[in-house]
């Protein structure tokens, strides 16, 4: 491999290099320093006259002299099984004080599309143990299902009580956690990995962790090792892979550092324009595969920049993915946990995982009727406090209770509360007996005997 | 004609030394992958590129094929899934196994498979472009063998059998050799000999479409909404159950689960209409998002060329495209990294000219040979933050004349499809006011605006209710809510996934419209009479309506609760 000494420029994460021979797009690149330590880098712009690389570990310490060296091919990751129970750094590397990995395979951290006809729809409910999540916005295999939350919100308690209680009903298949930490606190580090290591789930987990001093720009690639190594464990293993990316918006802002850097056209509010598409390749990175017995599903993280869920960042990582989990601060501030506003979240592909033989034939009917009622019972709030509960009328009353037992009895559980499917729905019924049974529209009158509270009495 | 690649940034990559023309097909590197010249500047072209561009290096060769980007037209289309540029999504599962790899390429039309070919001209026959010289069963839709609209002359020789799409079909006097497949350049509007003004509705089985909204076979229309407000299942409703011949749904740059979704759907389900399966009349075309966005920003143009195509047999082509904004999307990260001058929001300064180039490809038509045919354009737009003000859905508000206003307020409290009633509108009505005459009822119109004015007077005393309470109100206000209520719950909420009530005929939404006006007038007869509301409103029969929609035997129903209802009103009229 030539080694080149014709750095021409080095400009934030970003170093130009000239003369050379031709370079492919997308190469991986190695910088030598002075004092013997490598960095590397990936082409982000090659012609004949100059080469643009961006430098992962940051430019620090780089100057003209540096030898740069172009390896021919993309970033890859060595993969084995051995990867269980291994904490990584954001690029790749032993932080664990273990071996290297001795590669299996070697493969392209970008991945590749996967063709929609090739894909499995997903349909297998994912229990959660979280009320408000198997009821009301059911997990399913290979879904991509994100945490829309904000800055001092217990979202991490709720991903690391997802990652420790998922489970498919009556299936014993192999499963794994993927975490990778874009940007976190040492300290947000150190609670993951002791709960990893409290609940014993470390053996079954890989780690990635690029942590908040870390180079911005390594960023960019820690999501893309974490869903290769979760590719791999799942279609090469068999293994049900539960992805954990958090936090993304520390992914999104390095994205538009790099943007700035390289002086492109700014998009909404100075994230790159082709901000949409880059996050697709990476949350779609999820699904079943026809044939194959191994799935990805994945559990972003993003905190909504001032609680703003029209802020580019949650608002085009929703137009991916399939619905949205929102962390509410005004359910926070009221003691409930998990704090999760169910109005604004969804389950995109809630109505395939549930119904008969999958959880219970009541199940759209319950999570429907109850969404209405909390609806409503919610507005009427506002006007409570404008004409004062006597103003109402007696229906009226009954919607506000029911929001308000609703929040109490359905949304609050303990943090290691792991409710089954029947409980969830229980609480559910248990709470629509209060309302008049005339006003449960959206439930059948067959349902209604077989399972309302009322009716299983006599 | 050969070059050498000079620059790759990404998807853009500077070509040197090859003669090109605007929009010519190029093939890049020594992979060969498919590119097409959005540029040129001396000796340099620019070039998107439709595949991944990782590892290709300057100095590699390219090649211009001089052709512009063109899909093949002919039997096979249907039941067809294509990627963004026509390649077929099950022949690339073959070759190169469950992800998509770069450089394979595919033709779009079957080249083995034979079709049964029965001309319907003979020799000395003079044809022009557009003329049908023969037809070929294709699924239970026959499919109309065409004169390209660029050839005419006179049939030499013409022979029926069984042929597969390359070979010649006929032969014309000038030694012009006519195949089943045509070839057209998917930017290019394919001709027509003149458009039509549109004047039936596009039935879609969706009531607050059909019922409040409709759109004219012909027409355009636009769905934005913010994301989780619904704009695919409508989008999938409307492909499902629309009442046309051929369907073609584009998924531009969305979620593979969703295509994986339709894909596995849409073989299952059974046309209304016809009872064979839907995928039989559909043509597909899933660029999701992780695939490459070149072939995003030509997924929307070969999907209205093959519309297109099976209008000018003289069908009626429905085409759905989700989304219009990721294929703006497209355009402005191409227009980027061309580092061209932004318009808004960093958009190309061209979008709007693009977007309606687009929709005026829609239309009801007399083709080259005489016949009517409609392209219908429904385009989903997804708003950055659900704010209408943006460019895509301003741009796109220009030119559609019917517009599905999405509300996450509704979808949030689950009421669909939520299609915001008092800010969707469609300037079709009066165009269509004829047909619903004819085909529905005279006193449609009377319902319709009946209803849409009760749906306005519910927001305008909303407002009121808001600061005081319902119980304030006067009586006959209180029983304008109700109604409003009735509308909204039974008439206007649609549940895409219940087996009856997903798809609902014209006949049955006017009954229940009715049905519901009925009640609105016994009521308010009865209130004037000096009836109590509470007995008015707590009649068994309102609340039995709200189930009818649910059943099968659905007139049966209806006309019992029906008589119920003339019995309860009695009952209270003989209490006063």
Request: proline share 5%; with cysteine; hydrophobic share 35%.
């Amino acid at each position: 491999m030539k080694e080149y000494k014709t750095i021409n420029e080095i400009s934030g994460p970003l170093i130009f290099v000239e003369k050379t021979e031709p370079v492919g797009y997308n190469e991986l690149v190695y910088i030598k320093l002075g004092d013997g330590t490598t960095k590397r880098g990936q082409v982000l712009d090659t012609s004949k006259d100059i080469v643009v690389v961006q430098v992962f570990e940051g430019t620090g310490g780089l100057d003209l002299q540096c030898g740069v060296r172009f390896t021919g091919e993309t970033i890859k990751l060595p993969v084995s099984i051995d990867l269980l129970g291994r904490i990584l750094s954001g690029s790749g590397d032993p932080l664990d004080g273990g071996p290297r990995i001795v590669p299996e395979d070697r493969l392209d951290i970008n991945g590749a599309a996967m063709n929609p006809y090739a894909r499995e729809p997903p349909a297998e409910f994912i229990q959660t143990g979280i009320s408000t999540i198997d009821g009301m916005n059911t997990l399913v295999r290979g879904q991509k299902l994100p945490i829309f939350s904000g800055s001092g919100l217990p979202h991490n308690e709720i991903a690391l009580q997802i990652a420790r209680q998922a489970k498919v009903l009556g299936s014993e298949e192999a499963f794994a956690v993927v975490f990778a930490g874009m940007g976190i606190t040492n300290e947000e580090a150190q609670s993951f990995m002791r709960d990893f290591e409290r609940t014993g789930a470390l053996e079954r987990a890989v780690i990635f962790l690029n942590l908040a001093d870390d180079p911005a720009v390594e960023r960019l690639i820690t999501p893309r090792l974490a869903l290769t190594a979760a590719e791999y464990l799942a279609y090469e293993h068999d293994m049900h892979v539960l992805v954990v990316l958090t936090d993304m918006t520390n992914y999104a802002e390095a994205l538009r550092q790099m943007g700035a850097a390289r002086e492109e056209v700014p998009g909404r509010r100075g994230y790159p324009g082709y901000m949409y598409t880059d996050l697709s390749m990476i949350y779609e990175r999820a699904g079943v595969i026809k044939g194959r017995k191994g799935s990805v599903t994945q559990f972003p993280i993003l905190s909504m920049p001032g609680d703003d869920i029209t802020h580019p960042i949650p608002d085009l990582s929703g137009y991916i993915t399939e619905g949205q989990i929102v962390v509410s601060r005004e359910l926070h501030r009221k003691g409930i946990y998990p704090p999760i506003n169910v109005l604004p979240s969804l389950s995109r592909l809630m109505n395939s995982g549930i119904g008969e033989g999958r959880t219970r034939e009541d199940h759209k009917a319950v999570s429907d009727q109850m969404y209405a009622g909390y609806a409503e019972g919610n507005d009427l709030r506002g006007l409570v406090a404008i004409v004062g509960k006597d103003a109402l009328s007696e229906r009226d009353r009954k919607l506000l209770e029911f929001a308000d037992m609703f929040e109490d009895q359905f949304v609050r559980q303990g943090k290691d509360e792991d409710r089954s499917i029947e409980t969830t729905l229980e609480i559910g019924w248990s709470l629509l007996a209060e309302l008049p049974e005339a006003q449960l529209t959206r439930i059948d009158n067959e349902m209604i005997n077989k399972y309302h509270p009322a009716h299983r009495a006599k | 004609m050969k070059g050498t690649v000079y620059r790759i940034a990404g998807p853009v990559v500077t070509v040197i030394d090859v003669p090109t023309k605007m929009y010519d097909v190029v093939k890049v590197g020594k992979e060969g992958l498919m590119g097409e010249v959005i540029g040129i500047e001396g000796a340099k072209s620019t070039v998107q590129v439709y595949e991944d561009t990782s590892g290709i290096a300057p100095g590699e060769p390219v090649e211009n094929t001089s052709m512009s980007l063109s899909v093949e037209l002919g039997p096979g289309l249907l039941t067809s899934v294509y990627d963004g540029i026509q390649r077929p999504l099950p022949v690339l599962l073959e070759k190169m196994g469950d992800f998509i790899e770069r450089g394979v390429t595919a033709p779009g039309l079957n080249r083995e498979k034979k079709w049964e070919f029965k001309p319907t001209v003979t020799k000395g026959t003079k044809v022009a472009g557009g003329d049908i010289i023969g037809t070929v069963q294709e699924t239970h839709i026959e499919h109309k063998i065409m004169v390209p609209p660029t050839v005419s002359g006179v049939i030499d020789e013409i022979e029926s059998g069984s042929f597969t799409v390359t070979a010649c079909v006929c032969k014309l006097t000038d030694g012009t050799e006519l195949t089943l497949m045509q070839k057209w350049p998917v930017r290019k509007p394919r001709p027509v000999r003149k458009k039509l003004m549109p004047d039936t509705p596009l039935i879609t089985g969706q009531r607050i479409l059909d019922g409040l909204f409709p759109v004219a076979k012909g027409g355009t229309a636009a769905i934005p909404g913010p994301f989780g407000s619904g704009k695919t299942v409508t989008q999938q409703q409307l492909a499902k159950w629309s009442d046309t011949e051929v369907v073609i749904y584009i998924g531009c740059g969305e979620r593979g689960n969703e295509m994986a979704d339709v894909l596995n759907e849409f073989p299952e389900l059974d046309d209304p209409k016809t009872g064979k399966p839907l995928m039989e009349r559909t043509v597909l075309i899933a660029n999701t998002s992780n695939m490459p966005v070149a072939a995003r920003e030509a997924s929307v143009y070969t999907g209205i060329t093959i519309a297109e195509y099976f209008r000018d047999m003289g069908y009626d082509v429905s085409l759905m495209a989700d989304s219009t904004s990721r294929w703006a999307e497209a355009m402005r990260e191409i227009s980027s990294r061309l580092e061209e001058m932004p318009g808004e929001e960093g958009y190309p300064a061209y979008l709007a000219a693009r977007l309606s180039e687009f929709y005026e490809r829609a239309g009801s038509v007399e083709t080259l040979s005489g016949v009517n045919g409609s392209v219908t354009v429904i385009g989903a737009v997804s708003p950055p933050g659900g704010d209408f003000s943006e460019p895509v859905t301003q741009n796109t508000l220009r030119i559609v004349k019917v517009f599905w206003a999405l509300d996450s307020k509704l979808s949030q409290r689950r009421h669909f499809p939520s299609i915001n009633w008092l800010e969707s509108y469609s300037l079709y009505t009066d165009a269509l006011a004829d047909w619903y005459n004819e085909h529905v009822s005279p006193d449609w119109p009377i319902l319709r605006s009946d209803a849409m004015e009760i749906l306005q007077k519910e927001s305008e005393l909303q407002e009121i209710v808001q600061l005081v309470g319902s119980d304030a109100l006067p009586e006959d206000q209180q029983l304008t809510l109700e109604v409003a209520r009735m509308i909204r719950e039974y008439f206007l909420q649609q549940n895409a996934y219940h087996d009856v009530d997903t798809f609902c005929e014209m006949d049955k939404q006017y009954k229940l419209m009715k049905a519901i006006m009925k009640y609105s007038d016994l009521a308010n007869t009865a209130l004037e009479g000096g009836a109590e509301l509470e007995d008015i409103t707590s009649v068994k029969s309102k609340d039995d309506l709200s189930k009818v929609k649910f059943e099968k035997e659905f007139d049966e129903k209806l006309n019992t609760v029906l008589s119920a209802m003339d019995k309860e009103f009695d009952a209270i009229r003989g209490a006063v």
